[in-house]
């Protein structure tokens, strides 16, 4: 079964760094509210971020979205890796540039260690760009023994990120 009538909440990791990034993640966030059975609740503001990891390439900009669902993870998942596709995501290169990427960071206090889906997302607690977005929607979020307040802060002093205003 891919969907029920439980409701259950969800937040989504979003960034771009190719092309009109802030038009990609209002795209973004337009298919995913028009996804049956997602309902977009709330969207934290966006925050510029120098790339983790992968080649040389331009800065992200990044958000989260929290999002209440009936669908279940893998099915979430499915909808996220469709969205990304309908922009124009390629994955060529490891952690390289890209139109858009969403990642499904949580999903209430599921945790699941698959091949296909890691939750918790196994790395958000390290990277900034998913902790101070996640950190303005639910600031007392527990993960690790850390609020996700005292965790973007800390991730704040040691990677370049910035709120993004404009």
Known sequence: MLED???????IG????????????????????????IQLKRVASYYRTAPLGGPVQDWYLNTVAEVITTLKPLPLLAALLIIEEGLGRVRTVHWGPRTVDLDLLLYDRTESHSTVLTLPHPRMTERAFVMAPLAELAPGLLLQ?????????????VQSIEKWEN
């Open 5 to 11: 009538k439980t409701e259950h909440t969800a937040y």
């Open 14 to 37: 979003l960034g771009s760094n190719l092309g009109d990034k802030r038009a990609n993640l209002g795209k973004a966030l337009e298919l995913l509210a028009a996804t049956t059975g």
């Open 145 to 157: 023994g850390k609020t996700a307040v005292e965790l973007a802060g800390e991730l704040a002093r």
